[in-house]
């Protein structure tokens, strides 16, 4: 079953745009990740954020965490084509050694 | 540094058969975990491999089986194939015994279809 859902399940944006993605969960985590996919190959970590903090920034990418709200989002700023990919949330549901994935947004960017 | 391997990249399978996907993780890493992802979805976590014993598993039958060698490397077993096995399968893998404070690193995949 997935733990996370993220929200919209499709995005198409413009090059130079701001892409805004969201991630809800359902249990108490100790942190998040976000992970990127092109083409539906191997996934790439993109940045964690712990259940203590509230904002992380990586490059052009933004990370907030709300764990009253069990909701994330994912900023990306000045997108390029090249940032064409699914992008998935992954938690670790409490007291559990699993990371579960979220459905993803798949995010297209046009030149 | 060669990163996580998979092999083979495509297989063609008839239902009924049984099939064995393998991973070589990352140089360091000690741990493999295995995933399921069905086409327009979310991987699935399938079991995890740490010190050659299955640590964690997901909601999937019996028919998936695992094994992790001395060396971290990992296989997985699918018997009596299923169509709906059909699914592009992701090894990732992780260091100190996967926490779930470190990051995965991934394979491509091993796309296994189901006829």
């Known amino acids: 079953s997935q733990q996370g859902e993220e929200d919209p399940q499709a995005l198409s944006i413009q090059e130079g745009e701001n892409a805004t993605m969201n991630c809800s969960y359902k249990?108490?985590?100790?942190?998040l990740q976000w992970y990127r996919q092109n083409s539906g190959r191997g996934l790439v970590h993109l940045i964690l954020i712990r259940s203590n903090e509230r904002e992380k920034h990586s490059g052009r990418l933004r990370v907030t965490l709300d764990t009253s709200k069990k909701s994330s989002s994912l900023l990306i700023t000045a997108s390029r084509a090249a940032d064409t990919a699914s992008y998935f949330c992954?938690?670790?549901?409490?007291?559990?050694?699993?990371?579960?994935f979220g459905t993803g947004t798949r995010l297209q960017v046009f030149p | 540094d060669a990163g996580v391997t998979q092999s083979p990249t495509h297989l063609i399978k008839t239902r009924g058969q049984q099939v064995t996907l393998r991973c070589s993780p990352k140089s360091g890493h000690d741990t493999v975990s295995w995933y399921q992802q069905a086409l327009g979805q979310g991987p699935q976590f399938i079991f995890q491999?740490?010190?050659?014993?299955?640590?964690q598993r997901g909601n999937f039958p019996d028919r998936f089986s695992g094994h992790q060698f001395p060396n971290y490397s990992s296989e997985l077993n699918v018997n009596a194939l299923l169509l709906g096995d059909s699914a592009l399968y992701l090894c990732a893998s992780s260091l100190q015994g996967g926490r779930m404070d470190e990051k995965l690193f991934f394979g491509s995949g091993t796309q296994l279809s189901v006829l």
């Open positions: 491999y740490y010190e050659e014993e299955e640590r």
């Open positions: 249990t108490s985590i100790n942190n």
């Open positions: 992954a938690t670790d549901a409490y007291n559990t050694d699993k990371l579960i």
